[in-house]
């Protein structure tokens, strides 16, 4: 996806609720795709990522959904805290392993609602 | 706890000085890489390294940045002059060929201020 900046798209989540962030790519060569969090002052932190191959991915109440025919990417937060409060980034690469620049989606500014 | 590191954290500076952020990739790591993150533009890359060869530059300004990894510990991204718009907030990330993964690890990157 692009970058555009000052429109961050924003999601508010009562605490304890599930919250899903959504990601729309832009090259179909894309093999391997990222979710990352940054939170205010800090760099991006790695959350899970996925490859191609699988459509389903999930982690520590995190989950990873690609869809490569829609060229879409999801990550859903189960049972969401206030700490999951910060900016999600989706990104890709046509990389195969070789660990190449990664294009980073706008980015979803997620509140939780205590 | 392998992390990327990068100082300074915070740099104030005035138009036509040079500044010089360093980064120390995660040990191991062969592949550095150097991003710049604006409200206006997002995340957007400026140069990337491998084995501490430049691959891709093509996303810095070349006639005032320049970056070099004089070892595999040390990565600089130099801006000569500094303009007011080249403030942002600078990361380093840092990843590996050598496992069979393209996850890049990110630093906590330097905010850079020039007035």
């Known amino acids: 996806g692009e970058s555009v900046g000052l429109h961050l798209p924003t999601l508010s989540v009562q605490e304890g609720d599930n919250s899903i962030i959504n990601c729309a790519y832009s090259n179909s060569a894309s093999d391997y795709f990222i979710w990352y969090k940054q939170e205010s002052g800090k760099g991006p932190q790695f959350i899970i990522d996925?490859?191609?191959?699988?459509d389903k991915r999930q982690g520590q109440r995190v989950t990873v959904l690609l869809n490569k025919t829609v060229k879409h990417l999801s990550l859903q937060i189960a049972a969401t805290q206030p700490g999951d409060s910060a900016v999600y980034f989706c990104a890709e690469t046509s990389s195969n392993f070789g660990n190449e620049k990664l294009t980073f989606g706008t980015g979803t500014r997620l509140t939780i609602i205590p | 706890d392998a992390r990327v590191t990068q100082t300074p954290r915070h740099k104030v500076t005035e138009m036509g000085q040079e500044v010089t952020m360093r980064c120390q990739p995660i040990?191991?790591?062969?592949?550095v890489f150097w991003y710049r993150q604006t409200m206006m533009q997002g995340l957007e890359l400026l140069a990337y390294?491998?084995?501490?060869?430049?691959?891709?530059d093509s996303g810095m300004p070349k006639d005032r940045f320049s970056a070099e990894m004089p070892d595999a510990t040390l990565a600089t991204l130099k801006i000569q002059p500094s303009e007011p718009r080249d403030s942002a907030v600078y990361f380093c990330?840092?990843?590996?060929?050598?496992?069979?993964?393209?996850?890049?690890?990110f630093g906590p990157g330097t905010r850079l201020t020039v007035l």
């Open positions: 996925i490859r191609s191959n699988m």
């Open positions: 040990l191991g790591h062969n592949t």
């Open positions: 390294f491998r084995n501490r060869a430049p691959l891709d």
């Open positions: 990330a840092s990843g590996t060929t050598l496992d069979r993964t393209d996850t890049q690890y």
